[in-house]
């Protein structure tokens, strides 16, 4: 009996789907990504130590030792460099990276990212980074001309103009000729956008001595001999793609178990909800080792499962065990060290969960505010103390704000900021002379805090980032239900988000939050 075409094709895609999904199982995935991360070890430690190295959030932090990388990641999305669709975001302006003493002493630093789609390279490094470095070049260009206008010609202004380069420089295999021409046509407008913003430029042009030009390395054309950039005439920004392009589902070998086979997954870190049960890269990183001799039947303890089930197994185990708040790293050290971070000329933090650890959290904070994250004992304890005793607000130096995750906890958020604007006011009130330290946390430090430390910048504090005097506090209280006396702009909103996500680049608030904030203040329907 013959089986129609269509039923053959459709079993036929059925069993591809099948082998596909097999080969992307946690233990290839995992083998996969250590793999990658050798050849990351291999140039960034052996070819390129002079340089710092940033990992590319989200999918880069996977192939990064958290040993040799900076702690504060950085964040080009690949939307932003989509075809038709380019654009210069203004909260991924990566200004941290620029600002960095490391990068300025090394005159260059290194990205590494990853990609999936069967491309050498993301289109993170192909050209959102190209478009990132230009828009900078031709902003900062513009900067040196103002600086030198305006007075006596500086022979240092002069060298730096004869040498910036402005234009876009995008890999030629990759993007084609028309293409570059088309995203070079936008530069000078997103260049006024980023002047126009309240980012610090001239400081940025003071620490940038060379303009930026990305260099590409990939793991399809491997470097036998470091490349010399100590002569060139650009700051290299090196974008470091850790995956093969031409080797998806093959049987490797190679990383720490180099002696056992495995099928190889191209950009395996990529969407990480959909195949990391909850492991994390840090989890990753400190438990390498066992997760992957668990995986390879080599532990007596994973005989009897195969190496996805024994991998799957230890995973579960792992993320279980550092889901207590006992296990978290100490406060302000390892991959915590950057647990929290003060806005740039302003007493407030935006934090993650162990940043509001008790006792230690009191040595950076005069008062608490927790979005919704799981409570440390001793908070919940002060808390329920205070509300037994009906404290005030003003002899409170602790609040709990219950705004779940995702999407639950919109409707909630926008019930919970005149609470945490009331906290607020009330420290300000008690002694206006003595600014408090306030350190605004959730779990991760990336969307409800980032909220609701958005909703405190623009109640409280003037466009040069002062608190506003007491009367102004008082009458913004009175018109507590009134925002439009408080003469607030959508421009003033986003600029204080950028005061944010200068100081904290993993502040990553959705669009849903924003737009919440910005219907409290604005009444945007």
Same mark, same amino acid.
């Given at each position: 009996?013959?089986?129609?075409?269509?039923?053959?094709?459709?079993?036929?895609?059925?069993?591809?789907?099948?082998?596909?999904?097999?080969?992307?199982?946690?233990?290839?995935?995992?083998?996969?990504?250590?793999?990658?991360?050798?050849?990351?070890?291999?140039?960034?430690?052996?070819?390129?130590?002079?340089?710092?190295?940033?990992?590319?959030?989200?999918?880069?932090?996977?192939?990064?030792?958290?040993?040799?990388?900076?702690?504060?990641?950085?964040?080009?999305?690949?939307?932003?460099?989509?075809?038709?669709?380019?654009m210069f975001n203004l909260r991924?302006?990566?200004?941290?990276?620029?600002?960095?003493?490391?990068?300025?002493?090394?005159?260059?630093?290194?990205?590494?990212?990853?990609?999936?789609?069967?491309?050498?390279?993301?289109?993170?490094?192909?050209?959102?980074?190209?478009?990132?470095?230009?828009?900078?070049?031709?902003?900062?260009?513009?900067?040196?001309i103002g600086t030198s206008g305006?007075?006596?010609?500086?022979?240092?202004?002069?060298?730096?103009?004869?040498?910036?380069?402005?234009?876009?420089?995008?890999?030629?295999?990759?993007?084609?000729?028309?293409?570059?021409?088309?995203?070079?046509?936008?530069?000078?407008?997103?260049?006024?956008?980023?002047?126009?913003?309240?980012?610090?430029?001239?400081?940025?042009?003071?620490?940038?001595?060379?303009?930026?030009?990305?260099?590409?390395?990939?793991?399809?054309?491997?470097?036998?001999?470091?490349?010399?950039?100590?002569?060139?005439?650009?700051?290299?920004?090196?974008?470091?793609?850790?995956?093969?392009?031409?080797?998806?589902?093959?049987?490797?070998?190679?990383?720490?178990?180099?002696?056992?086979?495995?099928?190889?997954?191209?950009?395996?870190?990529?969407?990480?909800?959909?195949?990391?049960?909850?492991?994390?890269?840090?989890?990753?990183?400190?438990?390498?080792?066992?997760?992957?001799?668990?995986?390879?039947?080599?532990?007596?303890?994973?005989?009897?499962?195969?190496?996805?089930?024994?991998?799957?197994?230890?995973?579960?185990?792992?993320?279980?065990?550092?889901?207590?708040?006992?296990?978290?790293?100490?406060?302000?050290?390892?991959?915590?060290?950057?647990?929290?971070?003060?806005?740039?000329?302003?007493?407030?933090?935006?934090?993650?969960?162990?940043?509001?650890?008790?006792?230690?959290?009191?040595?950076?904070?005069?008062?608490?505010?927790?979005?919704?994250?799981?409570?440390?004992?001793?908070?919940?304890?002060?808390?329920?103390?205070?509300?037994?005793?009906?404290?005030? #607000?003003? +002899?409170?130096?602790?609040?709990? !704000?219950?705004?779940?995750?995702?999407? *639950?906890?919109? /409707?909630?958020? %926008? $019930?919970?900021?005149?609470?945490?604007?009331?906290?607020?006011?009330?420290?300000?009130?008690?002694?206006?002379?003595?600014?408090?330290r306030i350190l605004v946390h959730?779990?991760?430090?990336?969307?409800?805090?980032?909220?609701?430390?958005?909703?405190?910048?623009?109640?409280?504090?003037?466009?040069?980032?002062?608190?506003?005097?007491?009367?102004?506090?008082?009458?913004?209280?009175?018109?507590?239900?009134?925002?439009?006396?408080?003469?607030? #702009?959508? +421009?003033?909103?986003?600029?204080? !988000?950028?005061?944010?996500?200068?100081? *904290?680049?993993? /502040?990553?608030? %959705? $669009?849903?939050?924003?737009?919440?904030?910005?219907?409290?203040?604005?009444?945007?329907?």
């Amino acid at each position: 009996m013959t089986l129609p075409i269509e039923a053959t094709s459709e079993s036929k895609s059925r069993i591809d789907r099948q082998l596909r999904n097999e080969t992307r199982n946690l233990y290839n995935r995992l083998r996969s990504i250590d793999n990658d991360a050798e050849f990351v070890q291999h140039v960034t430690q052996q070819l390129l130590p002079q340089y710092p190295v940033f990992a590319n959030e989200r999918c880069g932090t996977w192939y990064v030792d958290p040993a040799i990388s900076r702690q504060q990641a950085v964040y080009f999305k690949s939307t932003d460099g989509h075809y038709g669709s380019w654009m210069f975001n203004l909260r991924r302006a990566n200004t941290h990276l620029l600002m960095s003493d490391s990068v300025a002493e090394s005159g260059g630093c290194i990205i590494v990212d990853s990609t999936r789609k069967g491309k050498s390279m993301p289109d993170s490094f192909s050209r959102t980074i190209p478009i990132w470095c230009a828009v900078w070049n031709r902003t900062i260009h513009r900067a040196i001309i103002g600086t030198s206008g305006s007075g006596a010609s500086d022979p240092k202004d002069d060298a730096r103009l004869a040498i910036w380069d402005t234009r876009v420089h995008m890999p030629p295999a990759v993007v084609s000729e028309s293409e570059r021409t088309q995203v070079d046509a936008l530069l000078d407008r997103f260049a006024d956008k980023l002047v126009a913003s309240d980012i610090d430029v001239s400081a940025i042009a003071s620490k940038l001595l060379k303009p930026l030009r990305p260099i590409w390395i990939t793991r399809d054309h491997r470097l036998v001999f470091p490349p010399d950039f100590s002569d060139a005439s650009f700051t290299p920004v090196v974008c470091l793609s850790a995956s093969l392009c031409s080797a998806e589902g093959k049987e490797m070998g190679g990383g720490s178990l180099s002696g056992l086979l495995f099928r190889y997954v191209q950009g395996a870190a990529d969407d990480q909800e959909a195949w990391a049960m909850d492991l994390t890269p840090q989890l990753f990183w400190k438990h390498r080792t066992d997760l992957l001799l668990l995986g390879s039947g080599r532990s007596s303890s994973a005989m009897s499962l195969s190496p996805s089930g024994a991998c799957e197994d230890a995973v579960r185990r792992i993320v279980a065990a550092n889901s207590d708040p006992a296990s978290l790293d100490a406060y302000g050290s390892g991959s915590n060290s950057d647990c929290f971070q003060f806005i740039a000329g302003t007493q407030l933090a935006v934090g993650n969960r162990t940043s509001g650890r008790p006792p230690e959290c009191w040595m950076h904070f005069d008062a608490v505010i927790n979005c919704g994250a799981p409570e440390f004992e001793e908070h919940a304890a002060e808390r329920k103390k205070s509300e037994k005793e009906e404290k005030e #607000s003003a +002899e409170s130096r602790y609040i709990y !704000l219950p705004i779940p995750e995702g999407k *639950r906890g919109q /409707a909630e958020l %926008s $019930r919970q900021i005149p609470l945490a604007l009331a906290f607020v006011e009330s420290l300000l009130l008690k002694e206006p002379s003595c600014p408090k330290r306030i350190l605004v946390h959730c779990s991760q430090g990336v969307d409800r805090s980032v909220g609701i430390a958005l909703a405190i910048l623009t109640r409280f504090f003037d466009n040069n980032r002062k608190l506003l005097s007491l009367s102004s506090a008082e009458e913004s209280n009175k018109n507590a239900t009134s925002t439009t006396k408080l003469s607030i #702009s959508k +421009e003033d909103i986003q600029n204080r !988000l950028l005061w944010i996500v200068s100081s *904290r680049p993993r /502040a990553n608030p %959705s $669009r849903a939050t924003l737009k919440r904030v910005n219907r409290f203040f604005l009444d945007i329907i």
